[in-house]
């Protein structure tokens, strides 16, 4: 009984076999789709193709899906070998193989012949990821972005590689920084910036680097990035406008302490700044009063310091130990008054005043530009007289009189000028058309 039914196995299974011969049934195929992500191409790149090459395609692509490479290749054949599509479809079959190098190249060839191709730049990506090559891949990721700036499948990627590889290298910054080697710091920042192009600690770090070595235009790139990035960030617009003032950009950098100042009102080292930049570059703010001077018929001494601070702002400095004055606090020329005073233009009284608001003589005003002048002489000016001095002839100013000499300094560069019979008319008041007519003409010998 048992060998009857054992002999009966063999014949049961070739009675099948041949049933399915006859039939003509084929056995089911098991496919394995790609394990890694596959971008379809984009429609309007597709619209490129002919009608015959994009259902070619377009089957070699649903067969790639599927994991029929078999046959994916077959109808990806049908395209020509300087079609973009041929080796991008190529490219995933090799990849599909794990051929890695081969797939690489197909990928390159169809970008080579259409650029456009996001498709294979993703299969680029998902290589270089796999050989952990960070470089390529974010490269790739980042021209992907350039198309489509809200890809789904490579911002995500893009922005976690890009913090990890930033990440790392501001890292291996500060170690180089530790151990004091700055070029080594240098290049790892650098490289930081190529990923992230607005990362502020990288751009002030080498800001400062530069700076530090006296490289100020390389530092100022950088400054000027980071004013961009953090327009009321104090300490950053501080170092910047202590780096343009180094390189002698003086009119930027007093914008830069102008800006600190807004923004930092009571500091006295920020203001003292300003006003010296400003004096530097001949810049005055000047009061309202300052312009009615020319409409006065008799000018005062306030008036008379600030024609002479602001004429000559150029040549006056700051001064650095004002001197003690009472009664100017409530002067609108007081630090005009400060500054010709520290420098012996005009003169305080015994009793620490200074009497802004008396008026001012023919005498005085001879007596204060003929300080001026030799001010200007004693700081290397060029200044000729006119008129030899011991030619000159005065009937209503005794020699041994103090203000003799200036009037004759005064009459010899003619700036002033001697009325009939040779009268100077010391004691008789300026008008503030005159006193800046005087000002003018001596600012324009000296230039």
Known sequence: MNKTRMAAVPALAGLILLLTSCLNLPLKTEYTPPAFYLENPQPVVLAELSLN???????????????????????????????????????????????????????????????????????????????TNQEKEFLQLREILKKIPDHNWAKPRYEDLRSRMTGSLMQEARNW?????????????LKALFYSPELTEAHLQLARLYRSQKKYPQALTHYQTL??????????????????????????????????RELSPGDKQIQDRV????????????????????????????????????????????????????????SWASRFIIRVVAVRLMDKYDNHTFEPTRQITRAELADAFSRLIGYLKGKGKKLVPIVPPEKIQINDLPADNYYYQPAVTMISYQLMELAGQKRFNPDLPVSGIEALRIADILLNLVK
């Open 53 to 131: 090459e994009r259902l070619a395609f377009e089957e070699g692509w649903k067969s790639l899906k599927q994991g029929n490479i078999a046959r994916a290749r077959k109808e990806f054949g049908r395209l020509s070998r300087e079609n973009a599509f041929f080796n991008l479809g190529e490219g995933y079959c090799r990849f599909y193989e794990q051929q890695l190098a081969e797939a690489e190249a197909f990928f390159l060839e169809a970008l080579r012949l259409n650029p456009e191709l996001i498709s294979a730049r993703v299969g680029l990506a998902i290589i270089y990821e796999r050989q």
């Open 275 to 330: 006003e010296y930049l400003k004096n530097s570059l001949g810049i005055i703010e000047l009061p309202s009063m300052y312009n009615e001077i020319a409409g006065s018929q008799a000018i005062t001494r306030q008036d008379l310091a600030a024609i002479l601070a602001v004429k000559f702002n150029q040549f006056l400095p700051q001064a650095t130990a004002p001197p003690i004055i009472v009664d100017i606090s409530t």
């Open 227 to 260: 004013y961009t990035l953090l327009p009321r960030e104090k300490q950053v617009l501080k170092e910047y406008a202590e780096t343009l003032e180094a390189n002698d950009d003086l009119s930027l950098s007093l914008d830069i302490y102008e800006k600190l």
């Open 177 to 189: 920084l530790n151990q004091n080697r700055p070029d080594q710091a240098r290049e790892a920042l």
